[in-house]
C-alpha cells in the first residue's frame, strides 16, 4: 500500500464499476494526488491503463494480491 | 438549441459521440474525425450492459485474455476522451416502465435510446460541444434502428435536427450540423441494412482490426435466460422493482426455485463461489460442512422444511452428491443452523425449479 494514497474498495464490482467509482474518487482530487484502487475484476488489468490513457492520468503499479488486483493511479492534469 | 460555435467559429467543430466501443460507434468516430472535427464520446452505465461480466465472475479459461470494456479501449484506440456515466439508479423507470413497450424479450431498446440521447445532450450543453451524434445504422436493429423510430428518438429526446447518424446519414434528412456547414454531407456514409460487410470494408479502410465480433447484442435484457430471471424476481416479489445487487446476481450462478417463498443462487466454481460470497447481506448462505461443494445464497424466508429442501438441493451439486448423509451448515444474519441431508438425487430436482 501507498503511504499517501486515498484507499478505493471495489471489490465484487463488476466492470465497469470500479472504473466509475475511480473516476468519482479522483474528480475532486488534486493533480498528482494517488489514488489505491482494489477490485476482484480481473478486467481492471486492461480497463485501468486504458482509462488513465484516456484521461491523462498516469498509472504507477498494477498487482495482484490473490484475487485483488491493485492498481495505483496518480492524477494527471 | 445550441449556438456555442457561432460564438468561436475558429476552434474546430466539436461533436459527442455515443460509444458503446462496437464497430458502428467506432466507425462513426473516425467519419467525422476524418473531417477534421475534434471528437468527444460519452458512454452509459445502465447495468444491464454486457461487458465481459460472465467472465469475470466465473473461473477464466486457460489462456484467456483478462475481460475489458470496449468503450474504453476503443477511445483509447480512437485517441477521444471519453466520459463513463452511470445511469443505473434512473434507468429503473426506463426498465420497469417503457412508454414505448419491450422488444422481444424484456429489452426497452426504444425507450433507452431516447434516454441515452437525451442524457447525451445534457452532457454536450455541459461540456461545450456542438452536436451530438451516434453509429446507428438504418434498419440494422428491429426496434430501436429504423426509419420510422429515427425520428422518433430525436423527437422524445429534444434533439430534433442535432443528432447526426454519420453511417447512415445520406438517407436521413439533413441535420443541422450539415446545413451549417460544419460537416460535409458528401462524405458521410448510406448504410443499411443488417449486412455487415459496408462497415467491415470501411473498418478495413481505416485499418481498425481489433473491434467486437458483432453479437446479437449489448444489452443483458435482449438475452432470453437473463428476461427470464428477471421477470421470475418481479413474479415472486409482486413488484417490478430492482436493486443494483439484484440484477448483478441474475447474471451469475445457478438459479433455482423449488418453491414460491425462495430462491437459490448456487455457484458455479471456485470463481463464482467467491463473487457469490459478497453477497451475504440480507441473505442465507448454504455450505456443506467439511467438504468442497458450492457456495450457495438462499433468498426468501423458507421454514424449516424448506431450509432442508434447499439443503437437499444444494448438497446435489457439492462434491458429497454420492453420500448417504451431507451436514449442510445454514448461515443467516440472526445465526447458523446444522441439517444433516440427503442429497437430492439429479432426476428429483424438478426442471420448473430452474429459473
Not at chain 2, 426504444?110 to 442524457?119: E, G, T
Not at chain 2, 434502428?145 to 429534444?158: E, S
Not at chain 2, 432470453?224 to 409482486?238: G, P, S, T, V
Request: glycine fraction near 10%.
Amino acid at each position: 500500500m501507498s503511504d499517501s494514497a486515498q484507499i478505493l474498495d471495489a471489490k465484487n464490482l463488476l466492470c465497469p464499476l470500479p472504473i466509475l467509482r475511480a473516476e468519482q474518487a479522483i474528480r475532486p482530487l488534486a493533480v498528482g494526488a494517488v489514488i489505491e484502487i482494489h477490485a476482484t475484476d480481473p478486467g481492471l488489468v486492461n480497463d485501468l491503463p486504458a482509462w488513465c490513457s484516456v484521461n491523462g492520468h498516469h498509472i504507477l503499479e498494477i498487482r495482484h494480491e490473490g484475487r485483488v488486483v491493485i492498481g495505483l493511479v496518480k492524477k494527471g492534469a | 438549441m445550441s449556438e456555442e460555435r457561432g460564438k468561436d467559429a475558429t476552434r474546430p467543430v466539436r461533436a459527442l459521440g455515443l460509444l458503446s466501443g462496437g464497430l458502428d460507434s467506432t466507425l462513426a468516430v473516425r467519419v467525422l474525425q476524418e473531417q477534421g472535427i475534434e471528437v468527444g464520446c460519452v458512454n452509459f452505465h445502465t447495468g444491464f450492459c454486457i461487458q465481459s461480466h460472465t467472465g469475470a465472475i466465473r473461473n477464466p479459461k486457460k489462456g484467456a485474455e483478462p475481460p475489458r470494456h470496449d468503450a474504453l479501449h476503443a477511445a483509447q484506440t480512437l485517441g477521444v476522451k471519453l466520459h463513463m456515466v452511470d445511469i443505473s439508479e434512473d434507468y429503473v423507470r426506463i426498465v420497469t416502465n417503457p412508454k414505448h413497450g419491450y422488444g422481444k424479450n424484456l429489452n426497452p431498446c426504444l425507450d433507452c435510446k431516447i434516454f441515452m440521447v437525451a442524457k447525451a445532450w445534457e452532457l454536450k450543453e455541459e461540456l461545450g460541444y456542438d452536436f451530438i451524434f451516434t453509429g446507428e445504422v438504418m434498419g440494422q436493429r428491429p426496434m430501436s434502428q429504423r426509419k420510422d423510430t429515427f425520428p422518433v428518438i430525436d423527437r422524445d429526446a429534444g434533439v430534433r435536427g442535432w443528432l447526426l447518424r454519420p453511417l447512415c446519414a445520406q438517407y436521413m434528412p439533413e441535420t443541422e450540423p450539415e446545413k451549417r456547414g460544419w460537416v460535409d454531407r458528401e462524405k458521410l456514409k448510406n448504410f443499411t441494412g443488417r449486412s455487415r460487410k459496408p462497415q467491415m470494408a470501411l473498418a478495413k479502410a481505416f485499418s481498425i482490426v481489433d473491434y467486437p465480433t458483432p453479437a446479437g447484442g449489448c444489452c443483458f435484457l435482449t438475452d432470453e435466460n437473463y428476461a427470464r430471471k428477471l421477470q421470475d424476481l418481479w413474479q415472486f416479489r409482486d413488484s417490478k422493482a430492482y436493486s443494483m445487487e439484484d440484477i448483478v446476481l441474475l447474471k451469475a450462478g445457478r438459479h433455482l426455485r423449488p418453491r414460491g417463498d425462495f430462491k437459490l443462487i448456487i455457484g458455479r466454481d471456485e470463481s463464482e463461489n467467491h463473487f457469490l460470497s459478497g453477497f451475504k447481506a440480507g441473505r442465507m448462505t448454504i455450505r456443506a460442512k467439511n467438504l468442497p461443494g458450492p457456495f450457495t445464497l438462499l433468498e426468501g424466508s423458507p421454514d424449516k422444511e424448506g431450509l432442508i429442501l434447499a439443503c437437499r438441493i444444494a448438497a446435489r451439486y457439492g462434491k458429497g452428491k454420492n453420500r448417504s448423509e451431507v451436514t449442510m451448515v445454514v448461515e443467516g444474519e440472526t445465526g447458523s443452523d446444522a441439517f444433516t441431508v440427503i442429497p437430492m438425487p439429479a432426476h428429483q430436482v424438478e426442471k420448473e425449479w430452474h429459473v
